[in-house]
């Protein structure tokens, strides 16, 4: 079960807004990082977002970064033991260091909903901000 607002595939438009604001469509193939909270949600439900919105971009057509993919969180032993033998505060900036290397990859960044609450994916934003990677809405 979600908490948020979930639709079809099909009845979503995705649309790019460039820093001047304008509207443009993203080509298909264009790689797209997803961005959202993980922190303070269990493993089931932030791995249930991000792969229904991982499944609407692929049948869309483009290719799909996500943080849940990346090392630590692909696997649940991962993150915990980097806590262990590096500290929390470490193992977290390491894990926001490896997923903005490979957001630096990325043609797109689509913020999830709850992105506003979560201090990763605000980092996320703010460095494709001056990355000038464009921002996907839907």
């Not at 493993?43 to 249930?48: G, L, Q, V």
């Not at 057509?61 to 980097?82: E, F, N, Q």
Request: with cysteine.
């Amino acid at each position: 079960l979600h908490s948020f607002p979930t639709r079809r595939s099909s009845d979503l438009e995705i649309n790019v807004l460039t820093h001047s604001q304008k509207q443009s469509k993203m080509r298909p193939n264009s790689k797209i990082y997803i961005s959202g909270p993980i922190s303070g949600l269990s493993r089931r439900e932030y791995m249930s977002r991000f792969a229904d919105v991982e499944e609407m971009l692929r049948v869309r057509g483009y290719k799909v970064c996500k943080p849940t993919r990346l090392l630590p969180c692909r696997w649940a032993w991962v993150y915990p033991l980097m806590e262990c033998l590096l500290g929390k505060a470490l193992a977290y900036r390491l894990t926001l260091a490896y997923d903005l290397r490979n957001l630096r990859r990325c043609d797109g960044i689509l913020m999830m909903w709850g992105h506003g609450k979560s201090r990763g994916a605000r980092l996320e934003r703010l460095q494709a901000h001056r990355w000038r990677i464009k921002k996907i809405t839907f």
